[in-house]
DNA sequence: CAGTGAGCGAGCTTCCGCTTGACTT
């Protein structure tokens, strides 16, 4: 109700906006033609389209004898509470409209009256083809004899929208239902798996094809790090004194073979047979190689650069672009800076191409390519939308920095280099290697260097060190050199390393599980049934995720394989092409499934209880050791005595500087989400902070040092003492996207 | 700034994918 009205109260005040610009126009023209549209009662043709955002868009380009209006995602759905799929009769789904909606859909329906036409514009993929069908097919209902089209752009720009307007099309039922398809899958497997860990396991738990499928690839992992056996390898280094400078140079060959230093006796062994021989260059040679630019991003390469490089989650770094996408205070005017944020497809409007070549004509001549760089969509884009790219080029970081807040400008910054150097030209890196002599030992130095600096010209914030350290190499064939030092150092072969926000996204996409919506959403699932940690930035397993990942390979190992997902879309597709009937392909999943869901469901026996982990801290009514366990509100620790001891507590994160006691994670009461952390003998004690502990002291006062952000630093650890000025400097940003 | 776990048992939880909400009465 409250919804309706404002979201009737918008369109008024945007309409209103949009006739006082026209009036102003009108009159700075001075005596042209009264408007059409000035005496038309209102406009004829109804548009609906996904995003508001876009909606707005669209209206100021098809003029007055439109109204666009926003559905904001789907509006009707299975229902919430119950299954929804007549499983006996063809898997009929149950539509229903999804609760909260109600007034959007109410509000289509009072405009469509007043219309002489429906468009339905949601986006051009299979879930826009069900958007469409399900709202078309509610207007036809409510409205009977109303013309409702389809009609589809894959970019938002005057032209390609004035020309989809002018073609539309009948609806592709094929394509709903190869989406109906996927709804009932996707909702046959979840409505079931779920319920069975809640039988086994614990209640509230859930199974779905895309998070168990993440959370498999997770604790796969984590077994092979576990396993995983360092081996002790050595490796010698020389320093050399050329005519001014020290070159280091490694150790490549031994008495004309690769050296095997395994361990410190071979090393050093080594090292004393080379240590006093007279060292010279005796070979130099150089190789050109070519460094091309990136695509420009996709959601997926997005999350991971912003991960990468600016160390934010997958979550963070969407709340920011949506930002950047609906529009930002530019001093005199309202600009959106950034392209849709969710897209699979590295595809460039023209109008956008051409637009970076004028600019790169007159700022960077001597990188600009002959021709614009078109980068393919990739085997698996929908191609919905374009990729992410400045809504215009002349928006430079520099030029939007005051209008920013810091996180939003470093964000801003990836998108905008990473497209403006998508329409350079390579850089030309030439590497100069150099191989040094000393007794019977090679030694292998090397300097790389720009020939041609190309698109690193722009990349400021999202190029690594290593990509812009850039120096040349003054040795010379036969030169002699001086050998200060011959060292050999101990090192272990590392291990696979667990997933972060960045690489399990990366895997994620290149297996086809989830979509550019799903990604951040899916890892936030995990990390609210409390199956995963994150632990710095890594992901890791708990006991609860290892259980459930245990199962669900045990009994389910096709469902929620990494394969599984692929299977659907090859499916989906062969719906889509009227080459498979998707009730048939239904019928050969579910039974089977459902049959051995079944199975597991009276035979397998209750986990429940073993999940609680043994700890050493001793409960302090009776001695006994805790237990700590989940429970509905998270992790706590409970007397292992339970029931003759009842006692509870927080899991303690710290040592409260002010009394000893501990320090504990609090939730605000009822509201607000924010968590803080306060000290156990509240309100005896009163220490308290919003800052997250780690299990670091510092090492000037001995309080604990917490983790901070803030918009001027972003986040790094500080001592939590306000009398203390240590400060750690922000963890080293990783390389490689 | 509370509560969490067993039992008893009613009534609840849950999927993926599309999109932005939001208030204090």
């Given at each position: 109700?409250d919804?309706?009205?404002r979201?009737a109260?918008?369109?008024?005040t945007?309409k209103?906006a949009?006739a006082?610009?026209?009036?102003?126009?009108?009159?700075?023209r001075?005596?042209s033609k009264s408007?059409?549209s000035a005496?038309s009662?209102?406009a004829?043709n109804?548009?609906i389209v996904?995003s508001?955002?876009k909606a707005?868009?669209i209206e100021k380009?098809?003029?007055?004898?439109?109204?666009?209006?926003?559905?904001m995602?789907?509006?009707i759905?299975?229902?919430k509470?119950r299954?929804?799929?007549?499983v006996?009769h063809?898997?009929?789904?149950?539509y229903?409209?999804?609760?909260?909606r109600?007034?959007?859909l109410k509000d289509?329906?009072?405009e469509?009256?007043?219309s002489?036409?429906?468009?339905?514009?949601?986006?051009?993929?299979?879930?826009g083809?069900?958007?469409?069908?399900?709202i078309?097919?509610h207007l036809e209902?409510?409205?009977?004899?109303l013309?409702v089209?389809?009609v589809?752009?894959?970019?938002i720009?005057?032209?390609a929208?004035?020309?989809?307007?002018?073609a539309?099309?009948?609806?592709?039922?094929?394509?709903?239902?190869?989406q109906?398809?996927r709804r009932?899958?996707?909702?046959l497997?979840?409505?079931n798996?779920s319920?069975?860990?809640?039988?086994k396991v614990?209640n509230?738990?859930s199974a779905?094809?895309?998070q168990s499928?993440?959370?498999?690839?997770?604790?796969?992992?984590?077994?092979?790090v576990?396993?995983?056996?360092p081996?002790?390898?050595w490796?010698?280094?020389?320093?050399?004194?050329?005519?001014r400078s020290?070159?280091k140079?490694?150790?490549v060959?031994y008495?004309g073979?690769k050296p095997?230093?395994?361990d410190e006796?071979k090393?050093?062994?080594i090292?004393?047979?080379?240590?006093?021989?007279?060292?010279?260059?005796?070979?130099?040679?150089?190789a050109?190689?070519?460094v091309?630019?990136?695509?420009p991003?996709?959601?997926?390469?997005?999350q991971?650069?912003?991960?990468n490089?600016?160390?934010?989650?997958?979550k963070?770094?969407?709340?920011?672009?949506?930002?950047?996408?609906?529009?930002?205070?530019?001093g005199?005017r309202?600009?959106?800076?950034?392209t849709?944020?969710r897209t699979d497809?590295?595809r460039?409007a023209?109008?956008?191409?051409e637009e970076?070549?004028?600019w790169?004509a007159?700022?960077y001549?001597?990188q600009l390519p002959k021709?614009a760089q078109r980068?393919?969509?990739?085997k698996q884009?929908?191609?919905?939308?374009e990729?992410i790219?400045?809504?215009?080029i002349?928006y430079t970081?520099?030029s939007?920095a005051?209008?920013?807040?810091?996180?939003e400008?470093?964000l801003?910054?990836?998108v905008?280099e990473r497209f403006v150097?998508?329409?350079m030209?390579?850089a030309?890196?030439k590497v100069v290697?150099a191989?040094?002599?000393?007794?019977d030992?090679?030694f292998?130095?090397?300097?790389?260097a720009?020939?041609e600096?190309g698109?690193y010209k722009?990349i400021k914030?999202?190029?690594?060190?290593?990509e812009?350290a850039?120096?040349?190499?003054a040795?010379?064939?036969?030169?002699d050199l001086?050998?200060e030092?011959i060292?050999?150092?101990?090192h272990?072969?590392q291990?696979?390393?667990?997933y972060?926000?960045?690489?399990?996204?990366?895997?994620?996409?290149?297996?086809g599980i989830?979509?550019?919506s799903t990604?951040a959403?899916?890892?936030s699932?995990?990390?609210?049934?409390?199956y995963?940690?994150?632990?710095?930035?890594?992901?890791a397993?708990?006991?609860?995720?290892?259980m459930i990942?245990?199962i669900?390979t045990?009994?389910?190992?096709?469902?929620?394989?990494?394969g599984f997902?692929?299977?659907m879309?090859s499916?989906?597709d062969?719906v889509?092409d009227e080459k498979?009937?998707?009730?048939?392909?239904?019928k050969?999943f579910?039974?089977?499934?459902?049959g051995?869901?079944?199975?597991?469901?009276s035979t397998?026996s209750?986990?429940k209880?073993q999940?609680d982990?043994?700890?050493d801290?001793l409960?302090?009514?009776c001695?006994k050791p805790?237990?700590?366990?989940?429970g509905?509100f998270?992790?706590f620790l409970?007397?292992?005595?339970?029931?003759?001891c009842?006692?509870?507590k927080?899991i303690?994160v710290a040592?409260?500087p002010k009394?000893?006691g501990?320090?504990v994670?609090?939730?605000?009461?009822?509201?607000?989400r924010?968590l803080?952390y306060?000290c156990?003998?509240?309100?005896a004690?009163?220490?308290?902070?919003?800052?997250?502990?780690t299990d670091k002291?510092c090492?000037?006062?001995?309080?604990?040092?917490?983790?901070?952000?803030?918009r001027?630093?972003?986040?790094h650890k500080a001592?939590?003492?306000?009398?203390?000025?240590y400060l750690h400097s922000?963890?080293e940003?990783k390389a490689?996207?």
């Amino acid at each position: 109700m409250d919804k309706t009205t404002r979201t009737a109260k918008a369109a008024t005040t945007a309409k209103s906006a949009k006739a006082v610009k026209k009036v102003k126009a009108t009159a700075s023209r001075k005596g042209s033609k009264s408007g059409k549209s000035a005496k038309s009662p209102g406009a004829k043709n109804l548009v609906i389209v996904e995003s508001p955002a876009k909606a707005k868009t669209i209206e100021k380009y098809l003029g007055s004898n439109y109204k666009v209006l926003a559905s904001m995602g789907h509006l009707i759905d299975l229902p919430k509470s119950r299954i929804g799929v007549d499983v006996e009769h063809g898997f009929e789904p149950e539509y229903l409209t999804i609760r909260g909606r109600a007034g959007v859909l109410k509000d289509l329906v009072a405009e469509a009256k007043k219309s002489e036409s429906v468009l339905l514009a949601s986006d051009p993929d299979r879930e826009g083809e069900a958007i469409a069908y399900l709202i078309g097919k509610h207007l036809e209902e409510k409205i009977p004899g109303l013309p409702v089209k389809r009609v589809a752009f894959n970019e938002i720009t005057q032209a390609a929208v004035k020309d989809a307007v002018k073609a539309p099309r009948p609806l592709d039922l094929s394509k709903v239902d190869a989406q109906k398809a996927r709804r009932v899958l996707d909702r046959l497997v979840g409505y079931n798996l779920s319920p069975l860990l809640w039988k086994k396991v614990k209640n509230g738990l859930s199974a779905g094809r895309v998070q168990s499928a993440a959370l498999k690839l997770i604790c796969d992992r984590e077994k092979e790090v576990e396993s995983f056996i360092p081996e002790e390898f050595w490796t010698i280094e020389a320093s050399l004194k050329a005519s001014r400078s020290v070159v280091k140079a490694d150790l490549v060959l031994y008495k004309g073979k690769k050296p095997q230093l395994g361990d410190e006796e071979k090393a050093k062994r080594i090292v004393s047979a080379l240590e006093g021989k007279p060292a010279s260059v005796i070979d130099k040679r150089s190789a050109e190689r070519l460094v091309r630019p990136k695509a420009p991003f996709t959601t997926s390469t997005l999350q991971q650069t912003a991960a990468n490089r600016l160390g934010f989650t997958s979550k963070k770094t969407m709340q920011i672009a949506q930002i950047l996408y609906e529009g930002i205070n530019l001093g005199s005017r309202r600009s959106g800076l950034i392209t849709y944020m969710r897209t699979d497809s590295t595809r460039i409007a023209e109008t956008a191409l051409e637009e970076a070549r004028t600019w790169l004509a007159e700022h960077y001549p001597a990188q600009l390519p002959k021709s614009a760089q078109r980068y393919s969509a990739g085997k698996q884009s929908q191609d919905a939308h374009e990729a992410i790219r400045p809504t215009s080029i002349a928006y430079t970081p520099d030029s939007v920095a005051a209008y920013l807040q810091k996180d939003e400008l470093k964000l801003y910054t990836l998108v905008w280099e990473r497209f403006v150097a998508s329409q350079m030209i390579p850089a030309l890196v030439k590497v100069v290697t150099a191989d040094i002599g000393i007794g019977d030992g090679v030694f292998r130095t090397s300097a790389s260097a720009y020939v041609e600096e190309g698109f690193y010209k722009v990349i400021k914030l999202s190029a690594s060190k290593e990509e812009k350290a850039s120096h040349s190499l003054a040795l010379e064939v036969g030169q002699d050199l001086g050998v200060e030092k011959i060292d050999a150092s101990q090192h272990f072969t590392q291990g696979p390393s667990r997933y972060t926000d960045a690489t399990i996204i990366k895997a994620l996409e290149e297996l086809g599980i989830g979509r550019p919506s799903t990604y951040a959403p899916t890892i936030s699932t995990l990390l609210e049934r409390y199956y995963v940690s994150r632990q710095s930035k890594q992901l890791a397993p708990t006991t609860l995720g290892r259980m459930i990942s245990d199962i669900l390979t045990e009994f389910f190992p096709e469902v929620i394989g990494a394969g599984f997902t692929a299977q659907m879309e090859s499916l989906l597709d062969k719906v889509e092409d009227e080459k498979a009937d998707w009730v048939q392909a239904m019928k050969e999943f579910y039974f089977p499934f459902k049959g051995k869901l079944d199975e597991v469901m009276s035979t397998l026996s209750s986990k429940k209880g073993q999940l609680d982990e043994a700890t050493d801290i001793l409960c302090e009514r009776c001695g006994k050791p805790m237990v700590k366990k989940l429970g509905r509100f998270g992790f706590f620790l409970a007397c292992s005595g339970f029931p003759g001891c009842k006692n509870t507590k927080s899991i303690p994160v710290a040592v409260c500087p002010k009394c000893g006691g501990d320090i504990v994670e609090r939730k605000n009461p009822k509201g607000k989400r924010k968590l803080f952390y306060g000290c156990n003998r509240y309100p005896a004690c009163d220490f308290v902070t919003y800052d997250k502990p780690t299990d670091k002291l510092c090492p000037k006062c001995g309080w604990f040092l917490v983790e901070k952000s803030d918009r001027v630093s972003g986040s790094h650890k500080a001592c939590i003492n306000p009398s203390c000025d240590y400060l750690h400097s922000r963890d080293e940003e990783k390389a490689e996207d």
